[in-house]
Nanobody
Framework: QVQLVESGGGLVQAGGSLRLSCAAS????????MGWFRQAPGKEREFVGA????????WYADSVKGRFTISRDNAKNTVHLQMNSLKPEDTAVYYC?????????????????WGQGTQVTVSS
């Protein structure tokens, strides 16, 4: 069982920045991909980005590419999501998740363990 705890959410004005963190503990799979998703009210949970174990491969949704950056510190079992140039449409609950070793990385079903989420609100 893996426990994931997100932090760093809050209220920010459009154009601002936030840095989310996700701390993992428990029985983590070796060399696992970590993903970030978000869910806005009334919408399905959507893929934001992911990072491989070594950190040399990252993937992003088109909507955040160039604005968001994922990084990880394996020594601390922590993954970060740096969000710049935030827009009101980025408002959502953000979740981190541990990939289940499957082929795809953008679907919620590809991930086994999830955090409780952290709220990000971007005001216009």
């Amino acid at each position: 069982q893996v426990q994931l705890v997100e932090s760093g959410g809050g209220l920010v004005q459009a154009g601002g920045s936030l840095r989310l963190s996700c701390a993992a503990s428990g029985r983590t799979r070796s060399r696992y991909i970590m993903g970030w998703f978000r869910q806005a009210p009334g919408k399905e949970r959507e893929f934001v980005g992911a990072i491989n174990w070594s950190g040399d491969n990252t993937w992003y949704a088109d909507s955040v590419k160039g604005r968001f950056t994922i990084s990880r510190d394996n020594a601390k079992n922590t993954v970060h999501l740096q969000m710049n140039s935030l827009k009101p449409e980025d408002t959502a609950v953000y979740y981190c998740a541990v990939h289940g070793g499957r082929i795809y990385i953008t679907r919620t079903g590809d991930y086994d363990d999830w955090g409780q989420g952290t709220q990000v609100t971007v005001s216009s």
